[in-house]
């Protein structure tokens, strides 16, 4: 795999213990990691091109950016999906998704590039063998340094697009916490969904009185006005390379 894939700048890929792709800077730095602490955080959507992280004949992982669909909808047709089947010359859209971030949020998104690998994605995303961790920040300060959430949710029906807790219809659904730092005003941490619901992240750190920064559907008056964005990235992706069956992890470099 590693002979045959690509990776590109900005992030690195890991097969077992070897890392075949180191990062090339971007979203590095002092200044990259101290932005986070003088909000309010304005970045600007990427225009146009895909940032590719990896790709081979089987599968190519895209840093996502914020504000941008995964998929084309009813009316916007620019998505993540649509940008890589222009770049790799694929047609057939529908083939190549494997799962999906919300718009808001930023990150490593794999798509499948041929239908043995399209199976065998859903299939390790259906059996929960994919890894994910995310980092965000939440206003206010978590005093914990670690902790868990575990609440049911299901859909507001009574206001699409939005979901809620719900005691009674809601699926089980828990998410693993971690703080990387604390600032006045602000926390960051890493965030670990065990199960993969809607919105899980974003509700759940709403539900503890910690929403997320710039989350214009669960976030506060004072939230919102601490960031340009909703402060979510998907980090890092683990899973099985659909073909050689490595355990493989990609990255993608977190700006804020």
Not at 86 to 106: F, K, N, P, Q, W
Not at 169 to 177: A, E, F, I
Request: net charge positive; hydrophobic share 40%; charged share 25%.
């Amino acid at each position: 795999m590693a002979s045959t894939g690509q990776v590109r700048p900005g992030t690195s890929a890991s097969l077992g213990a070897a890392v075949v792709g180191e990062a090339g800077g971007k979203g590095k730095g002092v200044a990259a990691e101290e932005m986070w602490l003088n909000g309010p955080f304005n970045a600007p959507v990427p225009p146009g091109p895909l940032e590719i992280l990896f790709v081979d004949e089987e599968i190519v992982v895209c840093n996502k950016p914020s504000d941008l669909l995964c998929v084309p909808g009813r009316i916007e047709k620019d998505s993540l999906a649509t940008r890589a089947a222009l770049e790799l010359g694929h047609y057939r859209v529908d083939r190549m998704i494997v799962h999906r971030l919300d718009m808001a949020t930023s990150g490593c998104v794999i798509m499948a590039r041929t239908d043995a690998a399209l199976k065998d994605l859903n299939r390790q995303f259906r059996e929960r063998q994919v890894r994910k961790r995310y980092v965000a920040i939440v206003h206010g300060v978590l005093w914990a340094d670690e902790g868990e959430v575990d609440l049911p949710l299901c859909r507001n029906r009574g206001c699409p697009p939005l979901h809620m807790v719900n005691f009674e219809h809601g699926k089980p659904s828990l998410t693993k916490w971690r703080v990387l730092d604390r600032a006045a005003d602000r926390t960051r941490v890493e965030l670990i969904p065990v199960s993969g619901r809607s919105h899980q992240l974003r509700l759940h750190m709403n539900a503890i009185g910690h929403p997320i920064l710039g989350d214009h559907f669960y976030g506060t008056t004072d939230s919102l006005a601490l960031a340009g964005r909703c402060l979510l990235h998907a980090h890092t992706l683990c899973l099985r390379h659909p073909k050689t069956g490595e355990r493989t992890m990609f990255t993608a470099p977190c700006e804020f």
